[in-house]
């Protein structure tokens, strides 16, 4: 018997998910700014101030793709019970987590066209999942053994 894939999370889990994903990271990027600004000075415009943008990208980066790549959650998607994986259902590797992550920017830069795809997809899937190859699931609906 062919088996199932797991259930995607529905939008308005996601939608909370990243709301609180959005707290979370503020407190983060504001807590790395400090060494930054204390070490470069005012950022406010010129070189700076992309050395400062190119900094908050990579924090950012680094948090997501770490609890990405170590049990595929963040503390976010913990709450919420929903987990990021590969396509065939085992973690998700750093290659990958780098491309979900670079592709769900483009995404969200390209007027949210990357996350209104989940709408059109059949198994509920992200644009940036799709291209890097992963799937969120909803760890609520995980099937039991047998």
Not at 75 to 80: C, Q, R, V
């Amino acid at each position: 018997m062919p088996e199932t894939p797991p259930q995607a999370p529905s939008a308005a889990r996601r939608l909370a998910c990243a709301l609180y994903e959005a707290l979370i990271l503020a407190a983060l990027v504001l807590v790395a700014t400090f060494p930054f600004l204390a070490l470069a000075g005012d950022s406010t415009s010129g070189f700076r101030r992309h050395l400062l943008q190119a900094w908050v990208v990579l924090v950012v980066g680094a948090y997501l793709v770490g609890f990405w790549t170590r049990g595929g959650q963040t503390l976010a998607m913990k709450t919420w019970r929903i987990r990021v994986e590969s396509a065939d259902g085992g973690p998700v590797r750093p290659a990958q987590a780098v491309r979900r992550y670079v592709l769900a920017g483009i995404g969200a830069a390209a007027l949210g066209l990357g996350f209104l795809w989940a709408f059109l997809d059949r198994d509920g899937q992200f644009l940036h999942d799709r291209l890097a190859r992963t799937r969120l699931v909803d760890t609520r609906a995980a099937p039991g053994p047998g």
